[in-house]
């Protein structure tokens, strides 16, 4: 990963503190602690239960990052140094969908509990699949990342076909949910997000597993 990327991921995770400071004296004594999935809140909490919270999360966050970008000194397969600059970028970006959640949390409480936009997480969490998709082909067999599925794991020609569509099929169902769920409403954005979501996992079990058939056929 870029040097520049991996400096500039710890203010990136530091953020909902700083603007949780910038704000605090603007929040309502009681403040949204949780959210359906329409948006709407539906558990309230003190100002101080939100600090705790902030703070457990960007604990998390960090845990998180670090282990991601560590990950691949314990993975057995011969090939997991290979994959420590592509996994380091979606610990990146990892990182900075769970900030930018938070702050969300905190830009919704500052405003007085205003609703949370339900279709702008879903449109964030396809872009963040979009990026996955776009490295999943060039990842190589490993134990923490990809589809590790036991006929992937055992033949590098399977893992790689199934992350070759993987990756097409994450890539274009990311961009698809990044893009018309910022434009429908929260009950329909829901379904097709996880219609979108299902689809696009399935699909390259059901063809991993087919070609692995295949190929046990034609060793017969």
């Given amino acids: 990963m870029n040097s520049l990327l991996k400096k500039g991921v710890w203010p990136l995770m530091a953020a909902p503190a700083v603007y ?13 602690m949780h959210f359906d999935l329409k948006g709407n809140p539906d ?25 991601l970008t560590n990950i691949w000194r314990i993975d ?19 990182a900075v969908l769970l900030s930018a959640v938070m702050c969300m949390i905190i830009y919704s409480a500052s405003k007085g509990n205003i609703r949370f936009s339900a279709g702008l997480i879903f449109s964030a969490v396809g872009l963040f699949f979009a990026i996955l998709g776009n490295y999943l082909p060039n990842m190589k067999p490993n134990y923490f990342a990809g589809f590790r599925l036991p006929w992937t794991l055992e033949n590098e020609e399977n893992w790689r076909k199934t992350h070759q569509l993987a ?25 097709i997000f996880f219609t979108i979501m299902v ?8 063809y991993s597993y087919q070609l ?5 056929n034609n060793q017969s």
């Fill in 167 to 191: 990756g097409k099929l994450w890539f274009g169902g990311g961009i698809l949910l990044a893009v018309i769920c910022l434009f429908l409403p929260a009950e329909l954005a829901i379904i």
């Fill in 76 to 94: 057995p397969k011969k090939n997991a140094a290979e994959n420590r600059n592509r996994i380091s970028t979606i610990a990146f970006a990892t």
């Fill in 43 to 67: 558990r309230f909490g003190s100002k101080n239960e939100l600090i705790t919270t902030v703070i457990i999360m960007i604990l998390v966050n960090m845990v998180v990052y670090l282990l």
């Fill in 212 to 216: 692995f058939r295949q190929q046990k």
């Fill in 199 to 206: 689809t696009i996992t399935l699909i390259p079990c059901v």
């Fill in 20 to 32: 949780l400071a910038i704000v605090w004296k603007n929040l309502p004594e009681k403040v949204a």
